[in-house]
């Protein structure tokens, strides 16, 4: 399932009910579309006039972008609730896991039968979903190097780029041969568009399935 604000604001009001004894009064929760976490607690840091510091304006936010098992989304959504807490009622053990921290989550783990961590990191598949999958069109130079590696790199679709990445790329003396293609294969997105002389490595098979399948079109081919 993907979080969304409805079913984020209602977790957060049952686990505030069962696991923090109602303490934390005001909803803090929101949606995002991040690519980077599953899950955040946002907060304001000030000194006060004995030095210490205090936390405010708390903001947990959730992304929406995954589709993970629930399990894991309420989970996260606990651990974002354990910095809050912490942030309210004990901001000596902020930020961070501290031994507090470790002790509230262990605590919740036994009692409630889950399965919180300290980190929620993103699963290689997870990241895979992050990548924005929709068409967009790409020129895409497939690059072979003397030295026999293959690899692409994505262009802005703009004449003078594609001129200019050729020109550099072929001046380095590198390479033996560069070919250009326009596709809209998603595949793409995940590669930083510009013209930079550089070159991402891959599998002369994995280029292949992309380039050459589909819409991938030869549009301008240079052998010297
Ligand atoms: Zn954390």
């Not at 109602?22 to 030095?51: D, I, Q």
């Not at 399990?71 to 606990?78: A, C, L, P, R």
């Amino acid at each position: 399932m993907k979080a969304d604000i409805v079913y984020v604001q209602e977790k957060f009001r049952e686990f505030n009910r069962r696991m923090f004894d109602g303490k934390l009064s005001e909803s803090p929760m929101a949606v995002t579309n991040a690519k980077t976490y599953l899950g955040v607690c946002a907060f304001r840091k000030h000194r006060k006039w004995n030095g210490k510091l205090e936390y405010s304006d708390f903001k947990i936010r959730i992304s929406k972008r995954f589709d993970l098992p629930q399990e894991e989304i309420d989970d996260t959504i606990i651990h974002e609730m354990i910095h809050y807490w912490i942030g309210l009622y004990s901001p000596a053990d902020m930020p961070g896991h501290s031994p507090l921290f470790r002790k509230m989550m262990a605590d919740i783990n036994q009692r409630f039968d889950r399965n919180i961590r300290v980190s929620h990191r993103l699963s290689a598949e997870q990241q895979e979903q992050a990548f924005d999958n929709r068409p967009k069109k790409h020129i895409v130079a497939s690059v072979v190097l003397k030295d026999g590696r293959t690899g692409i790199k994505v262009i802005p679709c703009l004449e003078r780029h594609i001129r200019r990445y050729r020109r550099g790329m072929m001046a380095s003396g590198k390479v033996s041969s560069i070919e250009f293609y326009q596709t809209t294969d998603p595949f793409f997105n995940r590669f930083p568009s510009s013209s930079a002389f550089k070159v991402y490595f891959l599998d002369p098979a994995v280029i292949a399935e992309h380039l050459r399948t589909g819409d991938g079109s030869v549009r301008e081919q240079n052998r010297p």
